[in-house]
């Protein structure tokens, strides 16, 4: 009989897209070797240049994925939700974590151990690929977000991370996110962005409540972003 916990972790891997296609009992195999993490908002799952020995799948919650900055706070590159794998990155290159993985709400994940992972990604064509085609887009946005923190001012970075942000919103152009979070995101004092958002919501470019923001203006907020024509 299957144990719930077991039941849960097979569905959680299911739930990824990732391994559409990929032959159930090939899952299973790999459920039997994964294991539930619970991460409590705030808590570490992993940090910079720990060791790379799991991936891991959302299945419930969200998960932080950030850079430690030399002045000490946290950039914030991607968010992982339900069904999001991570932590791939390091396993391919055999090197420590590039970055950090946080909480960003009570979260649970399926922790899948390296060489699980590996074994069935080796002997996948189709799921290689996609594993590939993943982690080139992910060090494509994470190169992205480095090189806006060199040369973009605070309200370029702000409107870019707000665009991304909304793309991935369910209720279109409603984002939920607190501006502690924004902050984490664009790499700028909270004052910074409340300061930012301020102006625009004053001048009807968004509209800000308690916990999200809202964008008015998606136009201006190009401009803001890629320079473009209002």
């Known amino acids: ?47 910079q240049d720990d060791l790379a020995d799991a991936v891991y799948v959302v299945g419930s919650g969200c998960i932080s994925i950030f850079l430690g900055m030399p002045d000490g ?32 709400e009570d979260t649970e994940v399926v922790s899948i151990p390296r060489q699980a992972f590996m074994d069935i990604v080796e002997g996948e064509s189709d799921l290689l690929r996609r594993v590939l085609d993943m982690t080139a887009q992910r060090l494509r946005v994470s190169s992205e ?17 707000l665009l991304v942000l909304e793309e991935q919103a369910v209720e279109k152009g409603m984002i939920e996110i607190t501006q502690e979070d924004l902050s984490q995101h664009v790499g700028l004092t909270r004052q910074t962005v409340a300061s930012t958002l301020g102006r625009w919501r004053r001048d009807g470019w968004v509209d800000t409540t308690r916990g999200a923001i809202k964008i008015q203006n998606r136009g201006v907020m190009e401009h803001f972003a890629y320079k473009t024509e209002v």
Do not use: C, H, W
């Open 145 to 161: 977000r480095e090189s806006a923190l060199a040369f973009l001012d605070a309200s370029a970075r702000i409107a870019r991370v």
């Open 73 to 104: 706070r946290e950039l914030v590159i991607n968010v992982m939700r339900p069904g999001d794998v991570f932590g791939e990155i390091a396993l391919f290159t055999d090197q420590s974590r590039s970055t950090g993985a946080m909480g960003r």
């Open 1 to 47: 009989m299957v144990m719930p916990q077991a039941l849960k972790i097979l569905e959680t891997i299911q739930s990824a897209p990732l391994f559409n296609d990929v032959e159930p009992s090939v899952l299973e195999s790999l459920a039997r070797n994964s294991t539930i993490r619970k991460i409590a908002k705030g808590e570490l799952l992993f940090y």
